[in-house]
């Protein structure tokens, strides 16, 4: 099964500065199809998770544009470009290209 | 407006049985996969199942649920259903639906604590 692996678990971030995750899967995440299904998720406190990147780089509708996603192969990154306080929450990345589908473990990212 | 609204979570025994539904509406139902992705309290997200589009004739599942889990769906009810059989400590979680193969929207979640 495939194995994706975020750094770091934990990121303080001051408020305005930038923020980075890191993403890294066990196996190429290229589907047959060309695509690279890796998409990446925020939960804040109390609440379901939403998806803020699809297949790698692709923002879903309403989401800020300080969020951005790059990477392929086997290594992914989301990044925040300047952090706010509605930023605070925990962020996966997910794969979708091979079954089983499979998350990492999360970033919990807190305001320093 | 996409909506996902899970029930039949709750408190059952280890070994017990209990189905969970989820009540889709703001799209067409039948045009989409819906996923089951749990979280365990204080833990991280964990994918379990995915029922195809259509009349559902692909099922995916986690190894931690086969052969213990099923996944199905009534288009006529526009709902999703996840029958969890010999239910242990360990699949004490909130269940959440999700929409698609890219799980673009996602349920508030029903919560099934397993414990005697």
């Known amino acids: 099964d495939i194995v994706m692996t975020q750094s770091p678990l934990s990121l303080p971030v001051t408020l305005g500065q930038p923020a980075s995750i890191s993403c890294r899967s066990s196996?190429?995440?290229?589907?047959?199809?060309?695509?690279?299904?890796v998409h990446w998720f925020q939960q804040r406190p109390g609440q379901s998770p939403r998806r803020l990147i699809n297949?790698?780089?692709n923002r879903d509708s309403g989401v800020p544009d300080r969020f951005s996603g790059s990477g392929s192969d086997t290594d992914f990154t989301l990044t925040i470009s300047r952090v706010e306080a509605e930023d605070v929450g925990v962020y996966y990345c997910?794969?979708?290209?091979?079954?089983?589908?499979?998350f990492g473990q999360g970033t919990k990212l807190e305001i320093k | 407006e996409v909506q996902l609204l899970e029930s039949g979570g709750g408190l059952v025994q280890p070994g017990g049985s209990l189905r969970l539904s989820c009540a889709a509406s703001?799209?067409?139902?039948?045009?989409?996969?819906m996923n089951w992705v749990r979280q365990a309290p204080g833990k991280g997200l964990e994918w379990v199942s995915l029922?195809?589009?259509?009349?559902?004739?692909?099922?995916y599942y986690a190894d931690s649920v086969k052969g213990r889990f099923t996944i199905s769906r009534d288009n006529s009810k526009n709902t999703v259903y996840l029958q969890m059989n010999s239910l242990r400590a360990d699949d004490t979680a909130i269940y959440y639906c999700?929409?698609?193969?890219?799980?673009?929207?996602w349920g508030q979640g029903t919560l099934v604590t397993v414990s005697s």
């Open positions: 997910m794969q979708a290209t091979h079954w089983p589908r499979a």
């Open positions: 703001g799209f067409t139902f039948n045009n989409y996969a």
């Open positions: 196996q190429s995440l290229v589907h047959s199809d060309g695509n690279t299904y």
């Open positions: 999700a929409r698609h193969t890219t799980i673009d929207y």
């Open positions: 297949k790698v780089s």
């Open positions: 029922i195809s589009n259509g009349g559902g004739d692909s099922s």
